[in-house]
C-alpha cells in the first residue's frame, strides 16, 4: 500500500512571508520642486533620495527633467579631456613655431646662396658650376 498522505508537499515546507505591500503615494507639485532643488544643489545624490524617500530612481530623474531649469530631457553633455579652444591654441601655436623655424631656414639659404655669389664675383669663378655645393 502507497500512503499518499504522508509526502508533504513543496507549499507547506516553505514558510509564509508577509508581503510589503507600499501605499501609493502622490507627491505635490511643491514638494518635487523644493526636492528638485536640494538635488540639483548637491545636498542628495539620486540613489540616496531614492532610498531615502522610497521612491525609484527613475521617477526621481523624471522630477528633475520636469522641474529643474537646468537639467532636460534629451540634453547631452559632451565630456572631452581638452576643450576644443585649448586644443586649437595649441595647434596654432605649433603652427607659428613651424613658420619660425622654416623663416631661420629659408635665411640661412639665402645668406649662403648670397655667399656663394659674393666668392664667384671676388675669384672670378662659377663657383656653382664647378662645385658641387649642398644647400
Known amino acids: 500500500k502507497i500512503n499518499l498522505f504522508m509526502s508533504k508537499s513543496k507549499s507547506d515546507s516553505k514558510k509564509s512571508t508577509n508581503l510589503k505591500i507600499r501605499q ?6 511643491s514638494f518635487k520642486r523644493e526636492k528638485v532643488q536640494e538635488l540639483t544643489a548637491g545636498l542628495y545624490t539620486v540613489h540616496s533620495f531614492s532610498k531615502l524617500w522610497e521612491v525609484a530612481p ?36 605649433q603652427v607659428a613655431e613651424l ?33 658641387k655645393v649642398k644647400l
Open 58 to 93: 527613475y521617477t526621481v530623474y523624471r522630477w528633475i527633467y520636469k522641474y529643474s531649469p537646468q537639467y532636460k530631457k534629451g540634453t547631452v553633455m559632451v565630456v572631452q579631456q581638452e576643450s576644443e579652444a585649448q586644443k586649437t591654441a595649441e595647434l596654432l601655436a
Open 99 to 131: 613658420e619660425r623655424r622654416l623663416g631661420q631656414k629659408q635665411m640661412q639659404l639665402d645668406y649662403l646662396e648670397k655667399l656663394v655669389e659674393l666668392a664667384s664675383k671676388e675669384y672670378d669663378l662659377d663657383i656653382k658650376k664647378n662645385f
Open 24 to 29: 501609493r503615494r502622490i507627491f505635490s507639485e
